[in-house]
C-alpha cells in the first residue's frame, strides 16, 4: 500500500527503496516466486528498469536462485543495502540461501608473521575425518 502511495505522488526513489524492502522480506521467508514478482512488477514504476536498485536486486534474485551465498551477502553488503532502516538493513545481512550454506569470513590474518605458514588442504581434511561429532 505505502508503495502505491509513493507511486501516485511520483516519489518514484522511494518507491525502488520500498521494492527492496519488499523483496528482502520474501526472501527471508524464502518465497523467490513472491519476490521476483514484486521485481517484475516494479517495471512499471518510471525509471525504475535503469536505476541502480533494480541492478541489485536482479543480482539479488539471480544469487538466491542459484543458491550462491558469496553473491546474496555480497549485494546485501552493499551501501544499498546497508543504508536502508536499520530493520531491512539486519534483515539483508541475516539473509541466508537455502541450500547455499553460511558464508564464513576468513579466520587467517592478512599480514602472516614469518614463521607461520597457512594450513595446507590435507591438514583441513584430517581435521574433520573422524566425523563432525
Known sequence: KEKNIY?????????????????LVHLHRNDYVAAERCVRE????PGFSGSEDCAALEQ?????????????SEVCNSPLFKYMDNDYAKLGLSLVVPGGGIKKKSAAPQAKSEGATAPTAEEDEDEYAGGLC
Open 42 to 45: 516494479s517495471y512499471s514504476i
Open 60 to 72: 539479488l534474485l539471480e544469487g538466491y536462485d542459484q543458491q550462491d551465498q558469496d553473491q546474496v
Open 7 to 23: 507511486k501516485e505522488i511520483e516519489n518514484y526513489p522511494t518507491c525502488y527503496k520500498k521494492t527492496i524492502a519488499q523483496v
